[in-house]
């Protein structure tokens, strides 16, 4: 009888106190998350942003409601303090014309980090990243989005490096001219020998070796030539999504066990395999929109990728694509973490290149990854690393590597 006294008051006592307080059980774990994101350096290791700069409608210092993801104010909202902004070009332009249109982009960002000191902050390390942050100011990174925009000519890695380049994707949608692309007909069964020494000069100059977008035995062949650990900067799961740009669970393990990291991207298509089938079902449709749009919008890749948007969203609202919700995000990252831990997974958005999911329209929404693993039960450590310290873990070792070429050499 006492012992059941003792236990109904308790009950009441806890009941009283739930009541009386102003913030429920959730609100609390959101607050958790809230303080515990905001706290963190949030790291991104790929938006197409560069491609809006210039753009008449588009002012990365503004709140933009173009449908654009990314600006300085939603990435104050949103706690993303560091972001690698993607130089891309068409995978079909290669050579001298390659290079300068990737030195204009790159001379695209320096100017805009230059002329927003308040808020930005040009970063190449790790130690750079942690300053910015410390200082409050959003670090910016650059990466290049394919490898045919060396022109062929290894010289140009040690340029790039000098510039400020911290990572490569070895190839895009297309073959280059000495890698083999995941969504191409094979040519250099993976990297070609020069391949394997662009990887090797990639090592040299403390430039990351990105995988995103090569084929598997492309791959393969940049884990077993490079010193330094892989990135794939912005893929997702392919035992999730059976898409060739995503990651196999041996491929994940592989990097692994090299101490890579794989940056979950947010694209639909890589996130959701009903969705990927749904969108192969309508493909002749998307297609020939597609060379619609590149009549109407010319090299305007802006153009192109608001009126593919567009196009979407229509075939989604008329039920022939399904939705898709921001928390197959959580999906994929839970499925590395189950696979390999947390010390090999992060954030690669895909930001102004992809179709985002229902409810991560643009990273002002990016609180929603923390709280979503919060409540997962991960420990606050391993959603720092997630965050963005696994990557800043791989930064430092290529830089590492980088210095124990320079050493040999001498």
């Not at 104010?73 to 993303?80: S, T």
Request: hydrophobic share 40%; aromatic share 6%.
């Amino acid at each position: 009888m006492q012992r059941v006294t003792l236990m109904t008051l308790a009950v009441s006592c806890v009941l009283a106190i739930c009541l009386s307080s102003p913030l429920s059980i959730a609100d609390g774990v959101a607050d958790h998350a809230r303080q515990l994101h905001f706290s963190s350096i949030v790291l991104d290791t790929h938006a197409d942003t560069t491609q809006l700069f210039g753009t008449k409608d588009y002012d990365f210092a503004h709140r933009n409601t173009d449908g654009s993801q990314v600006d300085i104010p939603r990435m104050r909202e949103g706690g993303l303090n560091a972001q690698f902004l993607s130089i891309f070009i068409d995978a079909a332009i290669m050579g001298p014309l390659a290079i300068q249109k990737a030195l204009d982009q790159i001379d695209t960002i320096r100017t805009t980090v230059r002329d927003h000191p308040q808020d930005l902050m040009l970063a190449t390390s790790a130690e750079d990243i942690r300053n910015a942050h410390a200082q409050h100011k959003i670090a910016i990174l650059m990466g290049i989005e394919g490898g045919h925009m060396i022109g062929n000519d290894i010289q140009m890695l040690h340029i790039y490096s000098l510039l400020g380049v911290r990572y490569m994707t070895l190839a895009h949608f297309k073959n280059d001219e000495w890698a083999d692309s995941s969504t191409d007909k094979p040519a250099h069964n993976g990297l070609s020998a020069f391949g394997k020494d662009v990887v090797r000069e990639m090592n040299r100059q403390g430039i990351l070796i990105d995988i995103s977008h090569v084929s598997d035995k492309t791959f393969y062949d940049a884990l077993e030539v490079s010193k330094a650990p892989l990135i794939a900067s912005h893929s997702s799961v392919r035992a999730i999504s059976n898409h060739p740009r995503n990651m196999s669970d041996d491929m994940i393990k592989a990097l692994a066990a090299k101490g890579g990291v794989i940056q979950i991207n947010y694209e639909q298509n890589y996130l959701s395999d009903e969705f990927r089938k749904a969108y192969a079902a309508n493909a002749g449709d998307l297609t020939r929109a597609d060379e619609q749009f590149k009549k109407e919008c010319g090299d305007d890749f802006t153009c192109i990728g608001k009126a593919q948007k567009r196009q979407l969203e229509k075939l989604q609202a008329e039920g022939k694509l399904p939705r898709v919700s921001w928390e197959k995000i959580i999906e994929h990252i839970d499925h590395v973490v189950k696979l390999v831990g947390p010390d090999h997974v992060g954030l690669g958005s895909d930001f102004d290149g992809a179709n985002m999911p229902d409810g991560l329209e643009d990273c002002s929404k990016l609180p929603k990854i923390t709280e979503a693993l919060v409540r997962k039960g991960y420990r606050d450590v391993d959603i720092q690393k997630i965050l963005g310290g696994n990557i800043l873990r791989v930064l430092a070792e290529s830089d590492r590597v980088a210095k124990e070429w320079t050493s040999a050499k001498n």
